[in-house]
């Protein structure tokens, strides 16, 4: 059920047993944004994630299934009436908050931008080392099939970093379930007729285990087909 009242920025992170990122991540994202409101909504983690995120005034929300896509659907209903713009951030602190005011700013001043990503992409070398090679080369072959497919052409589509008006997701029912949901949000922007826009950002290595794993490129491929269908 969707609440009301509260600042006009959500922060939404999906969480799995990321007990050593989770409370960083929170931490820089109050430090920066001051009054938003913070939903983890957290993958019935058996770590201390939870903990960590209730003490630090974070509304938390056990998921009813699996997967980041399951998440972000389920999240989607607990975000308040003020809200204008809602923030993708994963749990791990790869991602800088620092640069989320500024990806806000150019929401505000550009009303045909829908979404501003965070683009990992700019410092190859550095973001090799924190995301490593086979990784690295994924993306990239992602990011053309998704060009030559629905052509979305973007640098970095597959971020975790993201800032999106409230009024494109108000009535976004997800079909992915996991990492597909990335390329879902990115077809969904485009079709309601909004740009992308991508701002470069620092990548930084993860604070606990790697939950991405190559395998899960396949139903990221799969999706960018369904969303050509």
Do not use: C
């Not at 990492?179 to 470069?200: A, Q």
């Amino acid at each position: 059920m969707e609440t009301t009242g509260g600042p006009e920025v959500t922060a939404i992170i999906p969480a799995l047993n990321e007990e050593e990122g989770i409370g960083p991540t929170i931490l820089e994202l109050q430090q920066v944004l001051g009054d938003l409101v913070v939903l983890v909504i957290d993958g019935n983690s058996t770590d201390g994630t939870v903990e960590i995120a209730s003490r630090m005034k974070a509304g938390v929300v056990r998921q009813d299934g699996k997967g980041k896509g399951q998440a972000i659907a389920q999240a989607l209903n607990y975000v308040n009436s003020n809200t204008r713009y809602v923030v993708f951030i994963d749990a791990d602190f790869t991602y800088p908050a620092g640069i989320i005011p500024r990806m806000i700013d150019f929401l505000k001043a550009n009303p045909d931008v829908g979404m501003v990503n965070g683009n990992r992409f700019e410092q190859r070398f550095t973001l090799e080392r924190a995301m490593g090679h086979a990784y690295y080369v994924g993306n990239r072959f992602l990011a053309f099939v998704q060009y030559m497919v629905n052509g979305i052409k973007l640098r970095d589509p597959l971020t975790g970093l993201r800032v999106v008006r409230w009024e494109i997701l108000r009535d976004w029912k997800p079909k992915s379930k996991g990492f597909d949901v990335e390329v879902e949000l990115n077809y969904l922007v485009e079709r309601k007729g909004y740009r992308i826009k991508e701002i470069p950002i620092q990548y930084r290595r993860r604070l606990g285990e790697k939950k991405l794993r190559l395998i899960h490129g396949l139903p990221i491929l799969k999706r960018i087909v369904l969303n050509a269908w």
